[in-house]
């Protein structure tokens, strides 16, 4: 008897450490974006919400071009999941990425013009990341837009 009550309390209290807190619901969005001017080094700083992050491979991404990212300005926002989205002039795609131990690692890749963004802008427009680039206007998800990836 003395053997299963340990036993017991020994299960009670592993299974209790094995639980993983939770809290929820969580709201990691902005209200409204950043725009980021690139560095020299290709650094972009966003004091307000302490991010800072290169993009020299996101210009490269973009551009195919190694020094793309000189005299350039990003636009920047984060969704409610916490996904970060990503676009600046003359960009014919929103990135999306998220956090990951340090890294910004590419969820989707979001093709939006072959010309080209030409003054892009991000809302927050929950549960939707909204572009809006001169009259042309478009809600995004994680997966891409609203209704379908293109």
């Not at 974006?33 to 700083?45: C, F, R």
């Not at 210009?59 to 350039?72: L, N, P």
């Not at 991000?122 to 001169?134: A, K, M, T």
Request: proline letters at 3%; one cysteine or more; charged letters at 25%.
């Amino acid at each position: 008897m003395k053997r299963l009550t340990v036993l017991s309390v020994l299960l009670i209290v592993l299974s209790t450490a094995c639980t993983m807190l939770t809290l929820q619901p969580a709201d990691f969005s902005w209200p409204v974006e950043s725009a980021l001017n690139v560095d020299e080094q290709g650094n972009v700083t966003e004091e307000r919400y302490s991010t800072d992050f290169n993009t020299i491979a996101l210009f490269y991404e973009e551009f195919q071009d190694s020094m793309a990212y000189k005299g350039k300005e990003i636009r920047l926002i984060r969704n409610n999941s916490g996904n970060y989205f990503i676009a600046g002039k003359e960009f014919k795609n929103v990135y999306v990425f998220k956090a990951d131990e340090g890294t910004l690692v590419l969820e989707k890749k979001i093709f939006i013009s072959e010309f080209g963004l030409k003054s892009p802008a991000f809302n927050q427009r929950s549960p939707y990341i909204e572009l809006v680039d001169g009259d042309y206007q478009i809600n995004l998800t994680n997966d891409g837009i609203e209704g379908g990836s293109k």
